[in-house]
């Protein structure tokens, strides 16, 4: 009984000791699909990803948090979510707009679409508008090389652009009324899976 005792008040201890200390119920879903990973090390891409999808954006406290349960150096971490463009370190706006700077799409006025977006909307690559509504970024060749010039527009990739035809796509874009779904708030998917899981 000593011993079954002892035994449960070291796993809480081990718990308490890797969970966050925040209790924020998103980090939850981080620690599952760490867990679900075996904390493998070459996992981070996907525990990025998780990390990300529940909260939209990767803070220096997730990526310090994941460095920690890894056991990897926080340069390396943050070397791996700045190296690939579906990362963000800040939280981006309600539209996205991504362009590709590869060679490939350089050469085809991609530098062009970029410098027109900016001076539209007033901000610079990797910026968001004052109003929160829109992201602008660049990328390293998005692997579509034979559409050239490329961009993802909300997700969607869009090939052959040229700068006027951006300009408006991006306008028509950001008035238009059809929003995305509005994806499922972490703290509740992760109600409904305990729910489910009962
Ligand atoms: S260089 Fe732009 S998609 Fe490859």
Not at 26 to 49: G, N, P
Not at 56 to 77: C, F
Request: glycine share 8%; hydrophobic share 40%.
């Amino acid at each position: 009984m000593a011993n079954l005792t002892k035994e449960s008040g070291t796993k809480a201890a081990k718990a308490a000791e890797t969970e966050h200390p925040s209790g924020d119920p998103r980090f939850k879903l981080v620690d599952r699909a760490l867990k679900r990973l075996q904390y493998q090390q070459d996992a981070l891409i996907e525990v990025l990803h998780t990390a990300q999808e529940a909260f939209g954006y990767l803070s220096e406290d997730l990526l310090i948090y994941t460095a920690h349960q890894l056991k990897l150096p926080l340069s390396w971490v943050y070397g791996v979510a700045t190296f690939y463009h579906f990362f963000s370190l800040k939280p981006l706006g309600e539209h996205t707009c991504i362009v590709c700077l590869g060679t490939a799409c350089y050469v085809k006025q991609a530098g062009e679409i970029v410098s027109r977006l900016e001076a539209e909307f007033g901000i610079e690559a990797g910026q968001t508008t004052p109003d929160g509504k829109f992201s602008l970024s660049t990328a390293r060749c998005l692997g579509s090389c034979g559409l050239a010039p490329v961009l993802v527009l909300d997700g969607s990739v869009v090939g052959r652009e040229m700068p006027n035809s951006t300009v408006e796509r991006v306008r028509v874009m950001l008035s238009s009324q059809a929003r995305l779904p509005e994806p499922k708030p972490a703290a509740d998917a992760l109600e409904l899976e305990e729910t489910e899981a009962l």
